[in-house]
């Protein structure tokens, strides 16, 4: 039996990433019921092209598709761009991948499920969407409650989504008897249903990884032999605290059953969609399959090299731009890379394989980003060091992470904001 090595959890946060993530599916939004009134009729403006269907989404065609009609249960790949009733811009694909979805899924708001299914691929549109069909009346980023969006969307694609591998039968946890569980200071349970001889993970190694996850009950959460294995870097939270701290217990080809208490899994809250609820223990058995060196840690910089402003943002031009100034409206297109004080990279917009749009001004990213991005070009490659103030904002005295945050940019492209005659 191996021995336990005590790791305290080491909690860091992820919520800027997230925001960015945010941005890339702002158009989907919360999930949240189609509405199904049972009623077909529309209300038709022949000359307009305009349809305001029964549940008062208004579907306007401009380009009409050559392609396949869009059918629910379909993946749709589309570009598109949001816009408030002001006209003030959102979010937008044009200049990065379009965005794909299974169509009817509820995993839209509900305008675009019920607008793209009237189009065909190839099809143009613009779908003005009633605050009960988008995001109601809450605040959404930077989208005010009660809102009506517009957005402008080009079906690109239609394509049946393929038929699902049939996963594995479902099972219930490797039985253990209670008594076998080692536990350790922090209330992590772990046994050893299989020893391997391989190489131990250190914190800011990356390690891939097959699990199974099932709550108390043996509700199965989750099955990687569906999924394919998975990749994160030890240190970081990626996961959860208390995947951090049994990874580091284990060598490449060990197989362990951990119990998770609630504060080293979705603590009081569980998740957001309710699937794993508040105070849950969970199980996991992992199987550690291999280790990778760390992502590189930021460019050295010399303190005096930095910009220091009045607000504490220190900033460092890696590459100079084009000398197109970006302002307050505008939308850049980069990537990102951002790392915590210690050096370990939190997250990267390039493991997706899709840069970040941003309307720089509405604090999307926390007004650091904002003011940071006042200050380079189009094009450039820049550095940012940001005070938790700078990353969270208002949030700041409530961030689990006290320390500092290095961020490095390359700006791909500039939207110019349009300008009022």
Not at 35 to 49: K, L
Not at 97 to 111: K, M, T
Not at 305 to 330: C, H, N, Q, R
Not at 380 to 395: C, N, W, Y
Request: with cysteine.
């Amino acid at each position: 039996m191996k021995q336990q090595t005590k790791n305290a959890p080491n909690w860091r946060t992820l919520l800027l990433a997230a925001l960015l993530l945010g941005l890339l599916v702002a158009a989907c939004g919360p999930a949240t019921p189609q509405p199904n009134d049972g009623e077909t009729s529309d209300a038709v403006n022949v000359e307009s092209g305009s349809r305001v269907t029964a549940s008062g989404l208004e579907y306007v065609e401009v380009e009409a598709g050559t392609g396949v009609q869009a059918q629910p249960g379909d993946q749709v790949t589309v570009h598109y761009t949001g816009t408030l009733e002001d006209g003030t811009e959102f979010d937008s694909s044009i200049g990065s991948d379009p965005f794909s979805f299974v169509l009817g899924q509820g995993r839209v708001i509900p305008g675009w499920d019920e607008g793209i299914a009237l189009m065909r691929a190839g099809g143009k549109a613009q779908l003005i969407i009633p605050p009960d069909l988008a995001y109601g009346p809450n605040d959404y980023g930077p989208i005010p409650g009660g809102s009506t969006l517009y957005f402008d969307v080009e079906l690109v694609s239609v394509a049946p989504v393929p038929t699902p591998v049939p996963p594995p039968t479902a099972v219930p946890p490797t039985s253990v008897d209670p008594d076998d569980y080692i536990v350790t200071d922090s209330g992590l349970q772990y046994y050893f249903l299989a020893e391997g001889d391989g190489e131990t993970p250190e914190d800011g190694e990356v390690v891939t990884v097959h699990f199974v996850g099932w709550l108390e009950d043996g509700t199965l959460l989750g099955d990687s032999r569906v999924t394919g294995p998975i990749e994160f870097t030890v240190g970081t939270e990626e996961i959860l605290p208390g995947w951090d701290e049994a990874v580091l217990l284990m060598q490449v080809g060990d197989n362990v059953q951990i119990v998770l208490p609630p504060e080293l899994g979705l603590g009081e809250e569980g998740s957001a969609d309710g699937f794993i609820p508040p105070n849950a223990i969970l199980i996991f058995e992992i199987e550690l399959l291999s280790i990778s060196p760390p992502p590189p840690p930021p460019i050295s910089v010399d303190e005096a090299d930095y910009t220091v402003t009045d607000s504490g943002l220190k900033l460092f031009v890696i590459t100079p731009g084009t000398g197109e100034e970006i302002a307050v409206g505008d939308t850049v297109t980069l990537h990102y890379k951002m790392w915590d004080e210690e050096g370990i990279q939190l997250q990267s917009s390039y493991d997706f394989g899709q840069p970040i749009p941003l309307v720089v001004g509405l604090e999307q990213a926390g007004p650091g980003w904002d003011e940071a991005l006042l200050l380079l070009d189009n094009l450039s490659i820049a550095q940012f060091v940001l005070t938790p103030e700078l990353a969270f904002g208002d949030q700041a005295a409530n961030a689990p992470d006290e320390g500092n945050l290095t961020v490095e940019v390359e700006i791909l492209g500039l939207e110019k904001a349009e300008t009022e005659e």
